[in-house]
T-cell receptor, first 112, second 111 residues
Framework: DAGVTQSPTHLIKTRGQHVTLRCSPISGHKSVSWYQQVLGQGPQFIFQYYEKEERGRGNFPDRFSARQFPNYSSELNVNALLLGDSALYLC???????????FGSGTQLSVL | GQQVMQIPQYQHVQEGEDFTTYCNSSTTLSNIQWYKQRPGGHPVFLIQLVKSGEVKKQKRLTFQFGEAKKNSSLHITATQTTDVGTYFCAGLRSNDYKLSFGAGTTVTVRA
């Protein structure tokens, strides 16, 4: 069975640009969450979607947005990129809300 | 910032020795989950604790959830080189059901 897939794996952008990251959950999983992980720190919660509705939002600026599609895949969008947005962006899916998370391999974003 | 605190940040262990990593939350948790992230990898789920005072074992790993549901611990016995990685606790907050990760304990093993 396929796990959580994320694309792209690596991305280099410059300040001010925008980026779209994509995630496909495990088949049958209805919840998708996005996390930002800076080197040496734990994952920081950005968004959680369940059945295409936003169910939670972390302490991130409005430049960060996301959505979940009818097939449960998800996109994370970041506008007006800053150097500080450089991080590993992790997508995780779960069968239901508050269940264990299955993480993808992440998208490594570098903002120059 | 981190709502869940983990100590120690680093743990250097001699192969065969035991160690414990601790997780503390300022708020009551609905449940606590533990994940392991190998260098260059992504977090992988280990276990979930839900009940006050719950203790679960996975081979050489023992997980405990505090009576007040605000703290947890992971104890590893007879450490092996395969235990290398960063161990994260993640607490599901009772007030808003957001999963908050600690900063992790990074474990290295001396053979």
């Amino acid at each position: 069975d396929a796990g959580v897939t994320q694309s792209p794996t690596h991305l280099i952008k410059t300040r001010g640009q925008h980026v779209t990251l994509r995630c496909s959950p495990i088949s049958g999983h209805k919840s998708v969450s996005w996390y930002q992980q800076v080197l040496g720190q734990g994952p920081q919660f950005i968004f959680q979607y369940y059945e295409k509705e936003e169910r939670g939002r972390g302490n991130f600026p409005d430049r960060f947005s996301a959505r979940q599609f009818p097939n449960y895949s998800s996109e994370l969008n970041v506008n007006a990129l800053l150097l500080g947005d450089s991080a590993l962006y992790l997508c995780a899916s779960s069968l239901d809300l508050n269940e264990k998370l299955f993480f993808g391999s992440g998208t490594q974003l570098s903002v120059l | 910032g981190q709502q869940v605190m983990q100590i120690p940040q680093y743990q250097h262990v001699q192969e065969g020795e035991d160690f414990t990593t601790y997780c503390n939350s300022s708020t009551t948790l609905s449940n606590i989950q533990w994940y392991k992230q190998r260098p260059g990898g992504h977090p992988v789920f280990l276990i979930q604790l839900v009940k006050s005072g719950e203790v679960k074992k996975q081979k050489r790993l023992t997980f405990q959830f505090g009576e007040a549901k605000k703290n947890s611990s992971l104890h590893i016995t007879a450490t092996q080189t395969t235990d290398v990685g960063t161990y994260f606790c993640a607490g599901l907050r009772s007030n808003d059901y957001k999963l908050s990760f600690g900063a992790g304990t990074t474990v290295t093993v001396r053979a």
